[in-house]
């Protein structure tokens, strides 16, 4: 290995080390804390569920159906209110999260999304 290879080992320690200890210290940003950070291979800060997989989708769906009724209706005042929410909607439309018939927007069903023809 020539001299430059050993400085260059040598420095990449050194950069690693006081990436590491800035992570200690606190004062390390997000993508620091990634690539020099001690990472843990298990996931501590979500409990295991309780239910089944399959009721624990459900709920998951649920959960994101409620969701979207929510904000759509929130728009939908919005839009009678006279303010412009007629961008979110559409934005909703575009992302899937619901869909149209014909004037009447409808929240999306994460478990049971739109057949084909229905508008975005």
């Known amino acids: 290995m020539s001299i430059f290879g050993i400085a260059k080992k040598g420095f990449g320690r050194a950069v690693k080390k006081y990436k590491q200890s800035k992570i200690a210290r606190g004062k390390a940003t997000r993508e620091e804390r990634i690539k020099y950070g001690e990472r843990s291979p298990d996931i501590k800060s979500v409990k295991r569920t309780t239910k089944s997989l399959k009721k ?17 209706n929130i728009h939908k005042d919005a839009v009678l209110k006279g303010e412009a929410a007629k961008k979110k909607i559409k934005h909703m439309k575009d992302t899937k999260r619901a869909y149209s018939i014909g004037d009447y927007s409808a929240p999306a069903d994460p478990a049971k999304p739109p057949k084909q023809g229905y508008d975005k």
């Open 56 to 72: 624990s989708k459900e709920a998951g769906h649920g959960h994101m159906y409620m969701k979207n009724i929510k904000e759509l």
